[in-house]
């Protein structure tokens, strides 16, 4: 055969690792392309954050408006997908939609409500009957053998309650299923009187604050009772005790399975672990704390503000009394709450104020109808506000919705 025809083809070299450099030469470009992308997305989105969490609205506006009828005496809660509303004839559990998933009936003359997570207890301030509910309704309800001044409940249902009865009190551990599961005396002759109790998330740890007025100036103590492992080989189950002289104790509360907070009249106290707690970070102040409110994840403190007449300093603080922010406010508000997004809500009768805990007004607004409860909804935006005599959900408005030229 002839090789005329194949006489100018040569044989080319094929370098592969110089090929397969290239190939990941151009997928490296194309990695870089899409991380630049995303770190613009990103930043975007993080910016936009930003400006919606730090910017001032004025004015809403009403999504929906659905009629309400309640009664003069009737009180709000933050609860679950929505809100309990409460006075002296029952308690329901409603969502922002206005659905009222269930309805409790009872006669009270003065109901106290706790609740963590799902559980709720509400109780008559003496009276004996206390009302375990979960989200889908009544639990059961505990007959307790004398009157109570104090109820608190666990994540799991688990109830305390503090009873006084001829100068002494008792203090009473019961499952959700109503059973009895620890007791004991408290004499108020030989140790003060209990002013406030607090019942951790997961029940096992009860904490009693006591007043002692016998030696001529306050003094309270600070018990801790464990019921798990840690304080059944202890004397009543007792595993730490602290008292502090020249100092009124009135609230506890447990933001945590196992971390409590003491507000006093001249400072908080933080205490840590469960089995056997300690003592933690404290505060103290020389300005009068006028009042006080929490969530699980910061405290506030309110002190008049003596540079102005009707001027307010709100201080926040982390669970470890780390201050965060100091607000300066002449707003004169009736309560004062965080909401379950941290921010911080100013209500009066016809008046609300938010503030993020960067410190930033976020929302102010006259109302021109009372209003009584105020919560948020979910966003950054939207919120639900209780009305005389309706529920308006409410989204705020970015942009005015009418210009001045317009309205002309």
């Given at each position: 055969?002839?090789?005329?025809?194949?006489?100018?083809?040569?044989?080319?070299?094929?370098?592969?690792?110089?090929?397969?450099?290239?190939?990941?030469?151009?997928?490296?470009?194309?990695?870089?392309?899409?991380?630049?992308?995303?770190?613009?997305?990103?930043?975007?989105i993080i910016i936009y954050y930003v400006y919606m969490q730090h910017r001032t609205y004025d004015d809403?506006?009403?999504?929906?408006?659905?009629?309400?009828?309640?009664?003069?005496?009737?009180?709000?809660?933050?609860?679950?997908?929505?809100?309990?509303?409460?006075?002296?004839?029952?308690?329901?559990?409603?969502?922002?939609?206005?659905?009222?998933?269930?309805?409790?009936?009872?006669?009270?003359?003065?109901?106290?409500?706790?609740?963590?997570?799902?559980?709720?207890?509400?109780?008559?301030?003496?009276?004996?009957?206390?009302?375990?509910?979960?989200?889908?309704?009544?639990?059961?309800?505990?007959?307790?053998?004398?009157?109570?001044?104090?109820?608190?409940?666990?994540?799991?249902?688990?109830?305390?309650?503090?009873?006084?009865?001829?100068?002494?009190?008792?203090?009473?551990?019961?499952?959700?299923?109503?059973?009895?599961?620890?007791?004991?005396?408290?004499?108020?002759?030989?140790?003060?009187?209990?002013?406030?109790?607090?019942?951790?998330?997961?029940?096992?740890?009860?904490?009693?604050?006591?007043?002692?007025?016998?030696?001529?100036?306050?003094?309270?103590?600070?018990?801790?009772?464990?019921?798990?492992?840690?304080?059944?080989?202890?004397?009543?189950?007792?595993?730490?005790?602290?008292?502090?002289?020249?100092?009124?104790?009135?609230?506890?509360?447990?933001?945590?399975?196992?971390?409590?907070?003491?507000?006093?009249?001249?400072?908080?106290?933080?205490?840590?672990?469960?089995?056997?707690?300690?003592?933690?970070?404290?505060?103290?102040?020389?300005?009068?704390?006028?009042?006080?409110?929490?969530?699980?994840?910061?405290?506030?403190?309110?002190?008049?503000?003596?540079?102005?007449?009707?001027?307010?300093?709100?201080?926040?603080?982390?669970?470890?009394?780390?201050?965060?922010?100091?607000?300066?406010?002449?707003?004169?508000?009736?309560?004062?709450?965080?909401?379950?997004?941290?921010?911080?809500?100013?209500?009066?009768?016809?008046?609300?104020?938010?503030?993020?805990?960067?410190?930033?007004?976020?929302?102010?607004?006259?109302?021109?109808?009372?209003?009584?409860?105020?919560?948020?909804?979910?966003?950054?935006?939207?919120?639900?506000?209780?009305?005389?005599?309706?529920?308006?959900?409410?989204?705020?408005?970015?942009?005015?919705?009418?210009?001045?030229?317009?309205?002309?």
């Amino acid at each position: 055969m002839s090789d005329k025809g194949t006489k100018n083809l040569r044989i080319v070299e094929t370098n592969w690792d110089e090929i397969e450099q290239k190939i990941r030469e151009h997928r490296l470009k194309r990695l870089k392309r899409i991380a630049i992308i995303v770190g613009i997305c990103v930043a975007a989105i993080i910016i936009y954050y930003v400006y919606m969490q730090h910017r001032t609205y004025d004015d809403y506006t009403v999504i929906e408006e659905i009629s309400r009828t309640d009664t003069s005496a009737a009180h709000y809660l933050s609860y679950g997908h929505g809100y309990l509303k409460y006075s002296n004839d029952g308690i329901s559990y409603v969502t922002v939609d206005d659905d009222v998933l269930w309805n409790q009936s009872y006669g009270m003359e003065n109901p106290m409500v706790s609740t963590c997570e799902s559980y709720v207890a509400v109780a008559d301030r003496q009276g004996e009957t206390v009302f375990v509910l979960d989200e889908s309704g009544l639990q059961t309800e505990i007959s307790v053998s004398m009157p109570m001044s104090r109820v608190e409940i666990a994540s799991q249902g688990t109830v305390a309650v503090l009873m006084e009865e001829n100068e002494t009190g008792y203090l009473a551990l019961y499952s959700k299923s109503g059973d009895l599961l620890a007791e004991g005396a408290i004499y108020m002759e030989n140790s003060g009187t209990p002013m406030d109790i607090a019942l951790s998330t997961g029940g096992n740890n009860l904490a009693v604050s006591i007043v002692d007025v016998s030696s001529g100036t306050a003094s309270t103590t600070v018990n801790f009772y464990n019921f798990g492992t840690s304080g059944k080989n202890q004397v009543d189950n007792l595993v730490a005790s602290f008292t502090y002289e020249d100092t009124v104790i009135a609230k506890i509360v447990y933001v945590s399975d196992s971390k409590l907070i003491a507000f006093a009249d001249n400072g908080v106290y933080t205490f840590n672990g469960s089995g056997s707690p300690a003592e933690g970070n404290s505060l103290s102040t020389e300005e009068e704390i006028q009042s006080i409110f929490y969530d699980t994840g910061y405290f506030g403190l309110v002190f008049s503000d003596t540079t102005k007449d009707a001027g307010r300093v709100i201080k926040i603080y982390n669970t470890d009394c780390k201050e965060q922010v100091s607000i300066e406010t002449e707003f004169s508000y009736d309560s004062i709450c965080f909401l379950d997004n941290h921010e911080i809500c100013l209500l009066s009768s016809t008046e609300c104020s938010l503030f993020i805990l960067g410190g930033l007004q976020k929302f102010t607004c006259e109302f021109e109808e009372e209003v009584s409860g105020f919560f948020h909804a979910g966003g950054f935006r939207n919120y639900v506000v209780l009305k005389e005599n309706t529920t308006e959900r409410i989204r705020l408005n970015l942009f005015s919705d009418v210009t001045e030229e317009e309205e002309k």
